[in-house]
């Protein structure tokens, strides 16, 4: 047998016997904890009424059994306990438990001799029905199902109600639909501007809802705990975090898979939600043609290339643009808005050829020697068609058929998963540990979980753990190694390392108030956060100046651009009829929206309804990685700042897995009303104000042609509303300024920094005991052997005596 084998083999036998392996002596923790006969709530009478007592919403019986030596469990029947932990035997050793009630199997794991007692007994799941008997936590998990089923409904209902509209489109270019007439542009403005601030709300709160069962997926299993502690070191709770996923001992594939379907399924309404309801512009072409002679034209006429200025001078009207088939440049489009289109030819060589011929006789175009260009006989290049004045545009607001049913389809997959999420849910055994709270519990409850010698070491300054090496050819020191500590020994091949990182070693720490800041703890990933979220507050910084500049300098300037004798009248037009007001509006902007945006990019033939769609809400995807790295981090400071509390007062734990006089419930995971509140509100008006700032706008060239000839044309175009771009830099800058406060967040006390750490909670759990109504608190517990020792208690604690060392201590005290 090599040596390898040898230490790999010696190591299993040593974890066989050793009683805090995590695979063999699960139950067998549990049973001596939840077996020994000391009540656990402390204070509370048997016999007392639940009624009285502050529970956050949840329901308990009235009273319970004080006398439990009448109950009798029956191994043969199956006999059910329902109010409380799992009972094995002796009858009046419930009393251990008879104030709390366990959602999660703690003891499927272990010695056969304690299965077989196990099953003999019903451990309690969830409860019957939909509303009243459930905890808060479910009942925000199924209102969260239900409202998402309530937006997906209400746009299949749309998508439905607009489906025949689609398909009986006239312009086949675009998927929008909408009324033909259109009405007055002002007049929708606000209309425009409210219904999207709504959109904006119902997004956040999807998005937020989403993010929640996310949190779900990578969230712990009470029974990986102790693994994760042994493989990882150390892993988070309480956050949404990928990276959990990885930490799991089974379940990966399916989990990647879930968090995944989530992930796929937000980014289309990132990118979509701003853009499947918006603005349409509807421009209908000249209805009037004026000639005038003139003895020469200056320039080569516009005629030579021009498609539309040509057949308008030959035959006297506007051509409808689906028979300019030669019309490759889209000349046409340049003539809509304007009510008249005045052309001047040259009286000596073109004035035979004036309303000549029609258009289906019109001659088709000559070849020269430079290019194709349109003339007859001395006729070529000497007609010049202008724009003469301009007609109002109408508006209407238009549904985005793309858009529409891509965000359907993506609400009703979230609907169906979170609906059989909680169907699944129903009737199970709680097992997943979702706040700090449920880890202490289940830290308290399993002994293997706890993390010995480690009161006072904060999250994030490293753990010892011990090797069993195995030389191999990288190991350069010829000398042999069990452990590979040496210098020369190679400890990164896993093939020849086995290491635990939970091994429980001394590790004493010197009791300090002062602590790191968030930023401290964070690291590189906090450094990635500030240079990206600087790098877009600068930008949009930058873009706001320009946007300023450029607004003041037409201000300025407005007297002299609207006095030039312009060739092109409609200028001259807007400015004489609108005034500066209507002029900087015009061309700026304001809040967005129909004809209060400015141009950023002209219609484009090739540009797709999907890539303008992308653009125009580019900005909304970042935006969402920034706050979604706000949330993380200020879920963190949360839960550091209620953990640190716990070493001030004694407070109920907040709890998903357990319920009972001490412990607390909620409605909302980790953030409390006054921190998500807020911060959605302000998430919501911020995707707002972006939707805004920078929009898709969709200009529909209406052609009437006849009376049985109406077409339309519809191109897209990214515009900007400088209002807007002005009050979205503001909020970003502000956002910015919350993530530097919140970075550099820290707090004075004794108890060990957290900031979601797995590992902090299990070191504070060695010698806690019960749980009383009244919570529990953290602190000094008395002197062991060499060092003193800190951590959670039902009981009274002492205060920590600064400067003194701590390490925690081993005890068979609970046993």
């Not at 990966?252 to 603005?279: E, M």
């Not at 020697?369 to 010049?384: A, I, P, T």
């Not at 293997?448 to 009161?455: A, G, K, L, Q, V």
């Amino acid at each position: 047998m090599s040596s390898r084998d040898s230490s790999v083999s010696a190591l299993s036998t040593a974890r066989d016997e050793e009683p805090d392996s995590a695979t063999s002596s699960l139950n067998d923790s549990f049973s001596r904890y939840l077996l020994r006969p000391w009540s656990f709530m402390q204070g509370s009478s048997p016999s007392q009424n639940y009624d009285d007592v502050d529970t956050d919403g949840t329901d308990f019986p009235d009273t319970v059994e004080d006398n439990f030596d009448s109950l009798h469990v029956d191994r043969s029947a199956n006999h059910k306990v329902s109010d409380g932990w799992t009972r094995y035997g002796d009858a009046s050793r419930g009393k251990a438990a008879n104030n709390i009630e366990h959602l999660s199997a703690w003891t499927r794991y272990g010695d056969p001799n304690r299965q077989k007692a196990v099953d003999h007994t019903q451990i309690a799941s969830g409860e019957s029905g939909w509303w009243q008997k459930q905890m808060l936590v479910d009942r925000s998990l199924r209102t969260m199902a239900g409202l998402t089923s309530v937006f997906a409904l209400v746009m299949m209902i749309l998508s439905i109600t607009y489906l025949p509209d689609l398909l009986a489109r006239k312009g086949k270019n675009s998927t929008s639909v909408g009324s033909r007439t259109g009405q007055d542009c002002k007049s929708l403005e606000a209309p425009n501007i409210f219904l999207h601030l709504l959109i904006n709300i119902a997004a956040t709160l999807i998005l937020g809802m989403s993010n929640t069962y996310q949190q779900l997926i990578t969230s712990l299993r009470f029974d990986e705990i102790r693994w994760v502690l042994s493989k990882c070191g150390d892993s988070r709770v309480g956050t949404n975090s990928p990276t959990n996923i990885n930490h799991k001992k089974r379940g990966k594939r399916k989990a990647w898979s879930s968090w995944i379907l989530l992930i796929v399924t937000s980014v289309p309404i990132h990118l979509l939600a701003n853009s499947f309801i918006g603005q349409t512009i509807i421009i209908n072409g000249p209805h009037s043609i004026h000639y005038y002679e003139v003895d020469s034209v200056p320039r080569r006429g516009n005629s030579y290339a021009d498609c539309p200025c040509w057949v308008a001078f030959r035959t006297g009207k506007f051509p409808p643009m689906k028979s300019l088939a030669q019309d490759d440049q889209h000349d046409a489009y340049t003539y809509f808005g304007a009510s008249t289109v005045l052309i001047a030819y040259d009286k000596f060589n073109c004035t035979q050829y004036r309303n000549t011929t029609t258009l289906f006789d019109l001659e088709l175009p000559q070849e020269t020697s430079f290019l194709d260009g349109y003339g007859v006989g001395n006729c070529s290049g000497l007609v010049e068609c202008f724009r003469e004045g301009a007609e109002e545009s109408k508006c209407r607001i238009n549904v985005r058929m793309s858009a529409l049913l891509t965000l359907t389809v993506c609400l009703m997959i979230k609907a169906a998963y979170m609906i059989s999420v909680n169907i699944s849910l129903r009737q199970s055994e709680k097992s997943q540990c979702l706040t700090f709270g449920d880890v202490i519990v289940a830290s308290a409850m399993d002994r293997d979980t706890r993390i010995y010698n480690e009161c006072m070491v904060n999250a994030g300054d490293g753990n010892r753990h011990t090797t069993v090496h195995t030389c191999h050819k990288h190991c350069k020191d010829r000398k042999p190694s069990t452990t590979g500590d040496s210098i020369g020994h190679c400890q990164k091949c896993k093939r020849y390392n086995i290491i635990d990182k939970a091994a429980n070693l001394i590790h004493p720490s010197i009791a300090i108030k002062y602590k790191k800041s968030l930023i401290s703890s964070l690291g590189t990933t906090a450094l990635v956060q500030m240079i990206t979220l600087m790098f877009c507050s600068l930008a949009m910084l930058a873009v706001s100046l320009f946007l300023a500049v450029e607004f003041g300098s037409a201000a300025a300037n407005f007297k002299m651009d609207c006095t030039t004798e312009w060739l092109d009248t409609d200028i001259n037009y807007r400015c004489t009829n609108f005034g500066k007001t209507q002029y900087l509006k015009d061309k700026f902007g304001t809040f967005g929206g129909f004809n209060s945006s400015g141009e950023l990019s002209g219609p484009d033939p090739n540009t797709s309804e999907a890539t303008i769609f992308l653009i125009a809400n580019g900005a909304q995807v970042l935006y969402s990685v920034l706050y979604l790295l706000l949330t993380y981090n200020v879920t963190l400071i949360s839960m550091e700042s209620d953990w640190g509390d716990l070493e001030r007062t004694r407070r109920r734990l907040r709890c998903t897995l357990v319920k009972g006089p001490g412990f607390a419930q909620s409605y909302l995971l980790q953030l409390p009303k006054k921190f998500l509140y807020p911060m959605m509100a302000f998430s919501s008006i911020m995707h707002w104000l972006l939707g805004q700032a920078i929009s898709a706008r969709e200009t529909v060239y209406a052609d009437h042609g006849g009376t049985n000839q109406y077409s339309e044309k519809s191109y897209y175009s990214v515009v900007y509303g400088t209002y807007s771009v002005w009050l979205s830099t503001i909020l970003m800058m502000a956002m910015t300024a919350t993530c530097w406060w919140a970075f550099t967040y820290t707090r004075e006390g004794f108890i060990p920094q957290m900031f979601g750490s797995i590992r902090t909670c299990c070191a504070a759990t060695t010698e806690l005991e019960s749980f009383p109504k009244e919570g529990i608190q953290w602190g000094d517990l008395g002197q062991a052997d060499k060092f003193r020792h800190a951590g959670f208690s039902g009981s009274e604690v002492q205060p920590i005596i600064p400067g003194e060392l701590y390490c925690g201590r081993k005890t068979n005290k609970l046993d």
